[in-house]
């Protein structure tokens, strides 16, 4: 059965940390592209940090520079995203997604229709 499993959320004031974490289970993250996307209330789904597990080449969207590295531990199949300087507008539920990258050239994909297998989600609350 495959499955992501994010976990790590949870309450935090404005300007602290957080470490989430998404861990494989059926599947290795073998040529795989792996990423975050986080959804707000009465929003769409964001693409946030992206990463790639051959090379380790990382995708950031633009409304979170610098912020949020991912990172990636390829023995365990876990995928991680650093969340710094967190601010109440980071309130959403943080949701990781992979696809299978075979001979294709990612250079980061943004929508999460375009991965084929996705979690549940964690959520991040972020009070001022």
């Known amino acids: 059965d495959v499955q992501l499993q994010a976990s790590g959320g949870g309450l935090v004031q404005a300007g602290g940390s957080l470490r989430l974490s998404c861990a494989a289970s059926?599947?290795?993250?073998?040529?795989?592209?792996i990423g975050w996307f986080r959804q707000a209330p009465g929003k769409a789904h964001e693409g946030i940090s992206f990463i790639r597990s051959s090379d380790g080449n990382t995708y950031y969207a633009d409304s979170v520079p610098g912020r949020f590295p991912i990172s990636i531990n390829n023995a365990k199949d876990t995928v991680y995203l650093q969340m710094n300087s967190l601010k109440p507008e980071d309130t959403a539920v943080y949701l990781c997604?992979?696809?299978?990258?075979?001979?294709?050239?990612?250079?980061?994909?943004?929508?999460?229709?375009?991965?084929?297998?996705w979690g549940q989600g964690t959520l991040v609350t972020v009070s001022s």
């Open positions: 997604a992979a696809r299978f990258l075979g001979a294709y050239k990612y250079d980061g994909s943004w929508y999460l229709g375009e991965y084929e297998y």
């Open positions: 059926g599947f290795t993250f073998d040529n795989y592209a």
